[in-house]
């Protein structure tokens, strides 16, 4: 079937086709008959013979004909004998050409032609030729302004003399920049029927988002047996769409899903994602036995909107819920989402008036430690008045104020058995601010807080000493007072000259000590506070005093540096915090991110080094170390980095280890990795990723995607193997899963819900580009 720029050309082929004599083409606007060897006149009718050709003013677009009859009373016109029409993008060929004036219809019979797809295409499917694609029909009519009905013909983007793949059907009706209705449509892959449908619906937008169907994948895995993957994409307009997918599973059943994305202004966009799984029982023999699943039914949402209100008002939502944790790691193929043990719900409604802000939030998120063991939190709602800083006057002092109302949800669940602490908090907390920056090179930032807390329920504090207890309906209240100044500085650098260098001009090099002194006074009843977020954990009392220190180069990059003139490439920083009270060190969550329940009390955090090292946008190293000097070690160790090369090769990688207080025999230690390369035109490409549990000596999971990309067509290939977490009700304990997908140029493929292919197929095209 011919592609939009095709069915434009036919349109203006049919405007050239009414230029029949002399003496009427001269008097079209823009063209002109411009040869002819023989012209015979017989009353009315007028023939032209021998190379007749009819030729635009720019001499872009050209006509020719070996024999053109016109009657000027019936006022039709018949051309014969090598009919072509060229322009710079097409050509096209046909026997025959019959065209009415009067009634603006015609006829091509035995039509061909090529036409130029476009810069929006994959040119890597097309090598070192043109992205053209090819058409061809027996009869192809004009029978209305923009309507077209072809009969008998076909559609391909190959050029070899048998293509790799084509579309042909029996009628095609085209209605020009909007669809196509073509009936008997089947799909040949090397001359070889593959794919049938009596009727399908193929759109013709000019905006390159088409509605359609998308390529089906195909798959195989342990759990799931063979897998087949469809989607039908739905471009409603330019600022919505929607995706339906669906999937069948030999051993497992069947999932359907949706997606609908949209963009209603500047600030207001939002995609929803469901998916419906209906499993049938299934049985497994591995290592751990025979096992038998059961039938279920499981569902997964996900959403992300916003939206821009009246009054300033702005409201946010996400949702990322799933019905069985057990079923989202056993059927997800992304690691973001196999890996991911929590469930959330959130809304949000703020609004900003001058220095004023309100905020309405419900939010809830539900961590498993096990398919049975659960622990949900969060705030049902939460209610937040603030007032922006403001200077006083003309002194350097300077107000705010913020205000909250929680009802803050705590379910534990254990199986059957379920623990409510939820409770409801309210907390006032004004301060005054008094800056001093008037040296470039030190800074003051002092300030003095007040922190006045009711909560409607208490806790009756363990006999053990340990953190929680038994809730009360007894109320409770807490104030102090929060007394700080942060220090940044003095600042010392020296500045180089490097000439010779070839990374850079200069060099600078800045070291910025950093001091803060924070004294919280002390409040009763600490062990009869609930806690149940971080807030809560405030240890009163206490003087902290955080020390230290961050070394920076900065090169200045010589002229025609592909990245910024200046860059920082190093920066290395190490801070400790002291506190008075040994005890207030095992709350201090910013000293202790990893490692605080447990721990015996110290009067000094862990060492803190953090540094990174950039060289250029392609390539950088991030580290974290927390060394425990009271254990000798490290407790914690994050190194992450990643290089590109040019455009064709991409690395990134992590290692990180963390030591828990209640079991430092067993650390957390993983490391990942993931390597992406593509060739020069994108026509060769793959990935290759893995996590490993260094701890366990496991294989988490390891991934490799690779396609390729032929001339009109191309492939892609995953293979993953995946070792499940240790629950109970995993039926295998290793899942190995294969997916293949095809993509014919102009047609595009997609990921499943499911994440196959990483969510990337390496692919695209302008059939059912699902791009906004």
């Known amino acids: 079937m011919p592609s939009i720029p095709t069915l434009r050309v036919l349109a203006l082929l049919l405007v050239l086709a009414a ?91 035995n039509a061909t032609g090529s036409t130029y797809l476009g810069d929006k295409v994959d040119k890597s499917f097309f090598g070192t030729q043109e992205p053209d694609a090819l058409f061809y029909g027996e009869v192809i009519e004009k029978v209305g302004p923009k309507r077209y009905k072809i009969t008998r013909g076909g559609f391909t983007s190959c050029v070899q003399p048998t293509p790799r793949w084509e579309l042909v059907s029996s009628t095609s009706l085209v209605e020009l920049d909007e669809y196509a209705i073509m009936k008997n449509t089947v799909l040949k892959v090397k001359g070889v029927p593959m794919f049938y449908l009596p009727v399908m619906y193929y759109p013709i937008q000019g905006d390159d988002r088409a509605t359609g169907f998308l390529l089906p994948t195909y798959g195989s895995s342990v759990i799931r047996g063979p897998s087949v993957s469809n989607a039908f994409f739905w471009a409603i307009n330019r600022s919505q769409d929607a995706t339906v997918y669906h999937d069948w599973f030999a051993k497992r059943g069947q999932g359907v899903g949706g997606e609908y994305r949209y963009v209603a202004g500047r600030g207001s966009q939002g995609n929803v994602t469901t998916y419906y799984l209906k499993e049938k029982e299934a049985t497994y023999t591995s290592s751990l036995g025979s096992v038998t699943t059961p039938a279920a039914t499981n569902y997964e949402i996900r959403a992300n909107v916003a939206q821009v209100l009246p009054l300033g008002l702005r409201a946010r939502g ?148 340990r953190l929680g207890g038994i809730p009360e309906d007894a109320p409770l209240t807490r104030s102090y007072w929060d007394l700080r100044t942060d220090i940044v500085g003095p600042k010392f650098s020296r500045v180089w000259d490097t000439p010779n260098n070839g990374y850079g001009e200069k060099y600078k090099h800045t070291i910025e000590p950093t001091f803060t002194v924070q004294r919280l006074t002390a409040f009763d009843n600490y062990d009869r506070i609930p806690k149940l977020e971080g807030y809560d954990f405030t240890y009163g009392g206490t003087t902290r005093i955080a020390y230290g220190i961050v070394n920076r180069f900065t090169a200045k990059r010589r002229s025609g540096a592909s990245t910024a003139r200046t860059r920082d490439f190093l ?90 207080s209640f079991d430092p025999t067993r650390p957390d230690n993983f490391f990942n990795a993931s390597t992406s390369f593509r060739t020069r035109g994108n026509r060769l490409g793959g990935t290759y990723s893995f996590y490993y549990d260094i701890g366990r000596s496991v294989m988490l999971d390891q991934r490799i995607v690779g396609y390729y990309n032929a001339q009109c067509c191309g492939i892609v290939v995953e293979y993953q193997q995946y070792n499940f977490p240790q629950f109970s009700t995993f039926s295998v304990p290793q899942d190995r899963r294969f997916n293949i997908g095809f993509t014919l140029a102009g047609l595009g493929t997609f990921s499943n819900f499911l994440g196959a292919f990483g969510g990337n197929t390496g692919t695209s095209g302008s059939f059912g580009n699902r791009s906004f």
Not at 351 to 378: C, H, M
Not at 574 to 597: E, I, K, M, R
Not at 607 to 620: C, M, R, W, Y
């Open 318 to 465: 996400n949702v990322d819920y799933f019905s069985s944790v057990v079923t989202r790691a056993t059927f997800n193929q992304n690691p973001y989402d196999w890996s991911s043990r929590t469930r959330s719900v959130r809304g949000n409604i703020s609004g900003n008036w001058g220095r004023q802000s309100v905020s309405a939030t419900y939010d809830t998120t539900e961590l498993f430690y096990s398919d049975t063991n659960s622990s949900l939190q969060g705030g049902t709602p939460r209610l937040s008045y603030s007032l922006a800083q403001s200077r006083i006057g003309k002194t350097p002092i300077y107000y705010s104020f913020n205000s909250e109302h929680v009802s803050i949800a705590r379910i534990d669940k254990d199986g059957d058995r379920e623990l409510d602490s939820s409770l409801n908090r309210f907390d006032v907390n004004p301060t005054i601010r008094v800056p001093f920056n008037k040296l470039p090179y030190l800074t003051f930032n002092s300030s003095i807080s007040y922190h006045y807390t009711r909560y409607d329920k208490s806790y009756v504090p363990q006999a053990n000493g």
């Open 19 to 109: 230029l029949p004599v002399a003496a009427h083409a001269q008097q079209v606007p823009g063209f002109k008959l411009s040869r002819q060897l023989k012209i015979e006149i017989d009353g009315s009718k007028f023939r032209f013979l021998g190379e007749v050709e009819m030729t635009d003013d720019a001499g872009k677009q050209k006509f020719f004909a070996d024999q053109v009859d016109y009657d000027t009373e019936t006022r039709l016109m018949v051309a014969t004998g090598n009919v072509v029409y060229t322009s710079p993008q097409t050509r096209i060929a046909a026997e025959r050409l019959e065209f009415n004036l009067d009634t603006k219809v015609g006829t091509f019979h």
């Open 571 to 660: 920066t290395v920083g190490l801070t400790q915090s002291y506190y008075s009270d040994p005890q207030a060190s095992l709350y201090d969550f910013g000293a202790f991110p990893l490692n605080f329940f447990g721990r015996a009390p110290s009067n000094f955090s862990p060492i803190n080094l953090g540094a990174a090292f950039a060289p250029s946008e392609k390539t950088s190293i991030t580290t974290r170390l927390d060394w425990d000097d009271r254990a000798g070690e490290f407790q914690s160790i994050r190194i992450n980095g990643t290089y590109a090369l040019s455009q064709w090769l991409d690395v990134n990688g992590g290692w990180s280890q963390r030591k828990f």
